[in-house]
Structure formats: structure tokens, C-alpha cells
């Protein structure tokens, strides 16, 4: 599958142990952030808020008293394995990969999806990209993430990178929707999010928007993309992938 030429260039990839060994203090300020990268393009990450009252705090649920899915690592079973980890939107760079992904085995060992396990971890920056529509609109997310929507060229109202539309607002198709999480998805393509950016995010929105941020996290919570699954964070995701058998990228 080729890309269209915008797309063109190549993102640098960010070293694996660098990450982790600055992940502690960055979790610890906002969620999931990479480490620093060798990349000139600006954070797309919402900032730290200011902090909220102790009674909103204490309403968030730990992560501790969660129950996790974890069923979707017994689907991590096709001879090809692979996890793309993608901290930024980046115009949806992971998406892209994951589609070429399939169509590039193809290529080389002449076979079909079933062949090939692919997992997108999407935390950090990107983890709206696994929000609904209606988050999008409601809480002005391509402002906040510096999204634009290339039929209105303004800021996304909606989740872009869910479903691909055409100049004139209809489904697209070919190699314009392959790279989007709903085509992937019926590739059998496992899309993984990272809970503690949505609490950032919720926290950032909260206080714009003058809410609990217990109130916006179970609301983007409730809103997440029907076959997305938040774990605890996204290295830990990308972790648990590589577990599974999966070649990270």
C-alpha cells in the first residue's frame, strides 16, 4: 500500500530504553510520556493542569481497584507478529504502518490478514485518536491535539482517524480508508489505549470545561471506540504485546 506523498516522511523513532528511563518522572507529571526523542516537531501532550481539590482526587478510581482486559493477548497468534507504539498523532503515522504492514507480507509470503497479528498501542498524545466522535466534537479535540479535519480544514469536530471520508462526506474507500482504525479493525488489528494520558486528558478538560475530573475520565471512558482497550499505561501495553510475541516498531 503506498501513501499518499504528504505522508511521506519518515518519523523518527525513539529509542526504547531512553523511554523507560525517563518514563518515571514523565508518568508522574502527566501520562505515558516518551522519552525525550530525536524529533523537532512539538508535543501534541496537554500540559499539566493546575491542580484540582483534593475531594476531586479522591473520586478518581485507582488503578489498583480496576479489572484490566487482557483477553485480547490470546489473539496474538498469526506466524507475524508486530506492535506499533505511537506517543503522537503524527497524522495517524501508526495507522499507515499498520496497513502497510499487512500488505507487505502479502507481498513477500503470497498470504492473507489471517497471517499476520498486529497491535496499535496508542497512549500520550495519541490516545484521543481512540475517542468517539462525540468526545471529539464535545470537548474540541482537534484543537486541543492541533488535529485538522481535511474536508472542512479546520479543527477536527470529529475522530478522523476512525473512518476515512471523501470530498463529499461519504465513507472512502481504496488505499484512502485502508489506513484508519475502522478498516483496521476489520483486519483484526488490536487497539490498545493508555489510561493514565486519559486521566491527563481528563484532567486538562476538567478544568476547562469547570467539571470533576472523575465526571470526564468515566465519560471518556464510556466513550471510547467499541473495540479499543485501555490498559494501565502504554509502555506497559507495548510491554505486554512484546510478551505475546510481538516485534516492536
Not at 482526587?57 to 506466524?79: F, V
Not at 494520558?197 to 481528563?202: I, L
Not at 470533576?212 to 471510547?224: G, N, P
Amino acid at each position: 500500500m503506498s501513501r499518499p506523498s504528504e505522508h511521506d516522511s519518515v518519523t523518527a523513532r525513539r529509542q526504547f530504553i531512553g523511554e523507560l528511563a525517563a518514563g518515571a518522572a514523565a508518568l508522574a507529571a502527566i501520562a505515558c510520556s516518551p522519552a525525550a526523542a530525536a524529533t523537532s516537531a512539538s508535543s501534541q501532550a496537554p500540559a499539566p493542569a493546575a491542580p484540582l481539590s483534593a475531594a476531586n482526587h479522591a473520586s478518581m478510581p485507582k488503578q489498583s481497584e480496576l479489572t484490566w482486559d487482557t483477553s485480547w493477548m490470546n489473539r496474538i497468534t498469526a506466524k507475524h507478529k508486530v506492535v506499533f507504539d505511537s506517543p503522537e498523532i503524527n497524522d495517524g503515522d501508526a495507522l499507515w504502518s499498520a496497513a502497510g504492514y499487512f500488505d507487505w507480507v502479502k507481498d513477500v509470503f503470497k498470504t492473507g490478514d489471517s497471517d499476520s497479528s498486529v497491535v496499535v498501542v496508542l497512549r500520550h498524545a495519541a490516545v484521543p485518536m481512540l475517542y468517539s466522535d462525540a468526545m471529539w466534537a464535545k470537548y474540541d479535540l482537534g484543537v486541543e491535539t492541533k488535529t485538522t479535519d481535511p474536508s472542512t480544514k479546520k479543527a477536527a469536530k470529529r475522530n478522523i482517524f476512525y473512518q476515512k471520508l471523501d470530498k463529499d462526506g461519504k465513507p472512502a474507500t481504496g488505499d484512502d480508508a485502508a489506513a484508519s482504525i475502522a478498516a483496521l479493525t476489520s483486519r483484526g488489528v488490536i487497539f490498545l489505549g493508555c489510561d493514565m494520558a486519559t486521566r491527563a486528558f481528563a484532567s486538562r478538560i476538567a478544568e476547562r470545561t469547570k467539571q470533576q475530573q472523575s465526571a470526564v475520565y468515566e465519560e471518556l471512558k464510556q466513550h471510547l471506540l467499541p473495540t479499543a482497550t485501555l490498559m494501565p499505561t502504554g509502555i506497559f501495553a507495548t510491554l505486554l504485546a512484546q510478551e505475546a510475541g510481538c516485534s516492536k516498531m
